[in-house]
């Protein structure tokens, strides 16, 4: 096994930890899935540490750097890259209707922020975060992006949709648009459609991402690591160049990682940024689709010591593990709104065993057969999940709009009056002057909510 894996820095927080959670198995005794293992050689195998859900709740917060009250003061970028440290990934999604899920996660953690911090930090050199895909498409450390070569390399075969066909149909464009980015990049999608659009115009179908054919190209040299992102312009559009120009020289320096050895490493990121979870947890977060390869780097992480095995109550029977960076605050004191894409909300079952809430995404439900509404936000207060709220940022109005709000059981009483603030504080946040409940706006929360934010 190799001495040593590629990744970020783990963030020091054993010190928190309570004497529960910090008596561990003994080094070199747990084996991954182990619960209650026979005597071995006349001894008694180490008990499998008992936490509670509350426990396993604090720790998971903790983790996600969301157990305590945002920090005070403006936001610089020594705070934006601890939460790159801590998350790992920035999911990015093309949904704009209340901010872009990748600048969100910061705002929960940190409170209102410069994005140009996000430019900055994927857009000029050495680059602090790059392109690619991995928890769906993220913005990764450039450590992390090396990770995911593999990954690249079975696009080449195995990529999705119309990105399947484009060596196969468009060899020729592949050539002349990979040296295209190499004589101009960084280019657009659309700077490069224009020089092709005669020969290749645009076709406009009833369904699906009616890409160009220059976004198709682009795309597929995206997905196999032959170029990346140098920065997103103002249309949010990604301005291609070639990864050796994008990536800082000492990462493209570096070896490239085994199979093994890089999926080892994202399952332990993936692991720490939750804290507690199970292999199909620390599987989804860099969405490796692969359980038995992740059950293999679990069990060499519980053998090194990275990981040890715990058992939650109220859990199924399914081997639950604690990062050895893992921590336990006293309580939980925290207060955010979500993105459906925080790393917090990635994994549905997780979150409905941690929280007791059960989550869907209805953006492509039809509107009268959505529950709980279009763009949905969970609402953390303390250790609960207290509410969800579906809103949307009316930029022309200079309103943050409430269109649904549902109160969760067992919720706080001190819910509203919280939930009141964090709106007015992300409405400044995203430069609105106001927050209104929309008319009609549905759920047990909603006449409340309108009662305190009209007045």
């Known amino acids: 096994m190799p001495a040593s894996r590629p990744g970020p820095a783990a963030a020091a927080a054993t010190a928190g930890a309570t004497a529960g959670v910090a008596a561990g198995v003994a080094a070199g005794a747990a084996v991954a899935g182990a619960t209650d293992r026979p005597a071995v050689r006349g001894r008694r195998a180490p008990a499998v540490e008992q936490l ?69 930090a994927a857009g ?103 170029v990346t992102a140098a920065r997103r312009n103002a249309a949010f559009e990604r301005c291609y160049d070639l990864t050796e120009r994008v990536l800082p020289p000492a990462v493209l320096a570096a070896p490239e990682p085994s199979l093994e050895d890089a999926v080892r490493a994202l399952v332990e990121i993936g692991a720490r940024a939750h804290g507690i979870g199970t292999v199909g947890c620390f599987d989804d977060y860099f969405r490796l689709r692969n359980q038995a390869r992740a059950g293999v780097a679990v069990a060499e992480l519980v053998e090194e010591g990275v990981l040890r095995p715990v058992r939650v109550a109220g859990w199924d029977a399914r081997p639950t593990y604690l990062h050895r960076d893992a921590s336990l605050p006293r309580r939980a004191s925290g207060r955010a709104l979500l993105s459906p894409f925080d790393p917090l909300v990635f994994e549905r079952r997780r979150l409905e065993e941690l929280f007791g809430m059960r989550y869907r995404i209805e953006i492509y439900v039809p509107e009268a057969k959505r529950v709980h509404g279009y763009y949905v936000l969970p609402f953390l207060l303390g250790e609960q999940l207290a509410a969800r709220v579906d809103l949307k940022a009316d930029r022309g109005s200079g309103v943050l709009r409430v269109q649904a709000a549902h109160l969760e059981p067992g919720t706080p009483g001190e819910t509203l009056p919280a939930l009141v603030a964090e709106l007015e504080e992300l409405a400044r946040w995203l430069g609105l002057h106001d927050v209104r409940v929309a008319d009609g706006a549905r759920g047990d929360l909603a006449g409340p909510l309108a009662g305190v934010v009209g007045a």
């Open 124 to 226: 000029t050199a050495p680059r602090r975060l790059v392109e690619c895909w991995a928890h769906e498409a993220s913005f990764v450390p450039p450590s992390t992006y090396r990770l995911l070569g593999w990954r690249q390399r079975a696009y080449r075969e195995h990529a999705w949709g119309s990105i399947r066909e484009v060596p196969l149909q468009l060899s020729g464009a592949v050539e002349e648009i990979r040296a295209l980015v190499h004589e101009r990049g960084p280019v657009t999608a659309r700077e490069v459609h224009a020089i092709y659009e005669a020969e290749h115009p645009r076709v406009i179908t009833g369904w699906g991402w009616n890409w160009t054919m220059a976004k198709r190209v682009l795309e597929f040299l995206f997905f196999t690591g032959e």
């Open 52 to 120: 509670s859900l509350s426990q396993a709740r604090r720790i998971a917060l903790r983790a996600q750097g969301l157990d305590r009250a945002r920090p005070s003061g403006p936001v610089t970028m020594r705070g934006f890259q601890s939460v790159v440290d801590r998350l790992g990934l920035l999911q990015i999604d093309s949904v704009n209707v209340l901010a872009r899920a990748h600048l969100m996660p910061t705002f929960s953690r940190l409170g209102p922020y410069d994005v140009g911090l996000l430019d900055r």
